[in-house]
């Protein structure tokens, strides 16, 4: 069994006047497992953070607060563990006579598949107070993914068990909590505590 992935990747950083950052990422895959139309798929992110605590004036407390958000996309060309799950190929099959069978497979796959592709986006805030002994991180994110692969079952007078295709879209969202402190620090001794929560 054979399979073959050829890649095309780039990024730009960006930054302005040291509070505003940009990472913009492209990527192109070409893969001999998808059917010929539509084995070449494009899939980029875009990441951007502020540092608002630098721009505005703000009480001796409050040591730092960031902005950040992000989108990304990200797909897979490859059929679960068949480098030929576009083609319709015989199988070997039992032996008759020592001679062994040709059979076709129980799944009648697609001539026209699509990369699976997952959307994810994400927002958040990282603040620090008292000349960063108290601090916290809260981040909202968001997944939508689609053109999953998926086995239909058909009737077996056709021939085969199961049909593949593109289906199935999801959705999952989700939030993660980091709440750091340090209630102890000396020359000697310092005690810093970590609470995270995420759903």
Request: charged content about 10%.
């Amino acid at each position: 069994q054979q399979e073959k992935t050829n890649s095309v990747y780039g990024s730009v950083d960006l930054a302005f006047f040291n509070i505003f950052y940009m990472t913009l990422t492209g990527r192109n895959d070409w893969v001999s497992t998808l059917p010929v139309q539509n084995n070449s798929f494009f899939y980029p992110s875009v990441a951007g953070s502020f540092i608002l605590s630098d721009v505005f004036k703000h009480p001796q407390w409050f040591s730092f607060l960031k902005l950040r958000g992000s989108w990304s996309r990200v797909s897979n060309g490859t059929i679960g563990s068949n480098p030929y799950g576009a083609i319709q190929t015989y199988s070997i099959g039992n032996k008759w006579n020592n001679i062994p069978s040709l059979v076709w497979g129980g799944t009648l796959l697609s001539s026209n598949l699509h990369p699976e592709t997952s959307d994810q986006w994400e927002t958040g805030v990282t603040a620090k107070f008292f000349k960063n002994r108290l601090g916290m991180n809260f981040t909202y994110w968001q997944a939508k993914d689609y053109n999953n692969l998926t086995q239909i079952a058909v009737s077996q007078s056709s021939g085969y068990d199961y049909y593949l295709v593109n289906g199935n879209v999801y959705q999952r969202k989700g939030f993660e909590l980091v709440l750091t402190g340090m209630p102890v620090a000396t020359s000697n001794f310092k005690w810093n505590v970590t609470v995270n929560m995420s759903n």
